[in-house]
């Protein structure tokens, strides 16, 4: 059981709008550690999405963003295209276990 | 552009020490400050953060982790290793390893992962 909790699945047709939640509590998200998400495709190396809450690495499309509210973060993706479909997790610091940490992972499937 | 590659048995038996060694090319594994991670994913679970080590040897390990994890780092050949003794079933995921940052310009900001090898399976298993 993750300590960041992401749901299982979204979907979403081409061109639209989804999100994908990540709730933690007061001794990660809501102690003020920054969220950073990841896209996972198995069998190749996960890519930095955001960082820094809403942030975006250079060569990551406007499509995406990040924001982080209380003890919450959520991953925006508009315009989703067919390549979009993959795992997406987020990350955070627990001060309380002392690691860093992650939710357990959202599937995002293009109907 | 820094890319990392794991390598190292796909198969261990229980009891016995898992040994994994991730090599940096692109950047020197001593320059920019970076700490370099252990990251696993048990199948179909997510992700669990195992340790990191700077080049100097200072290391962080995972409490839940630490009595069986050593990490080390080798200069020389620009790359860094994991060692887990005492593998059980519960250990058999893909091991990935990632370059942990912090600042990105004059910006910091919680810990992040980037760049992430593409990761190895190991089974632990008779």
């Known amino acids: 059981q993750s300590v960041l909790t992401q749901p299982p699945s979204v979907s979403g047709a081409p061109g639209q709008r989804v999100t994908i939640s990540c709730t933690g509590g007061?001794?990660?998200?809501?102690?003020?550690?920054?969220v950073h998400w990841y896209q996972h495709l198995p069998g190749t190396a996960p890519k930095l999405l955001i960082y820094?809450?809403?942030n975006r690495p250079s060569g990551v499309p406007d499509r995406f963003s990040g924001s982080k509210s209380g003890t919450s973060a959520s991953l925006a993706i508009t315009g989703l295209q067919a390549e979009d479909e993959a795992d997406y997790y987020c990350?955070?610091?627990?001060?309380?276990?002392?690691?860093?940490?992650f939710g357990g992972g959202t599937k995002l499937t293009v109907l | 552009q820094v890319q990392l590659q794991e390598s190292g048995p796909g198969l261990v038996k229980p009891s016995q020490t898992l040994s994994l060694t991730c090599s940096v090319s692109?950047?020197?594994?001593?320059?920019?400050?970076?700490?370099w991670s252990w990251i696993r994913q048990h199948p179909g679970k997510g992700l669990e953060w195992i340790g990191y080590?700077?080049?100097?040897?200072?290391?962080s390990y995972n409490p839940s982790l630490k009595s069986r994890v050593t990490m080390s780092v080798d200069t020389s050949e620009n790359q860094f290793s994991l060692r887990l003794s005492s593998v059980t079933a519960a250990d058999t995921a893909i091991y990935y390893c990632?370059?942990?940052?912090?600042?990105?310009?004059?910006?910091?900001?919680?810990?992040?992962?980037?760049?992430w090898g593409q990761g190895t399976l190991v089974t632990v298993s008779s």
């Open positions: 007061s001794s990660n998200i809501g102690a003020r550690y920054d």
């Open positions: 990632a370059r942990y940052s912090t600042c990105v310009g004059t910006t910091c900001h919680t810990a992040f992962f980037d760049p």
């Open positions: 080590i700077y080049y100097s040897g200072t290391t």
């Open positions: 820094g809450n809403n």
């Open positions: 692109g950047d020197s594994i001593t320059s920019g400050g970076y700490y």
């Open positions: 990350q955070s610091y627990d001060n309380s276990l002392r690691v860093w940490v």
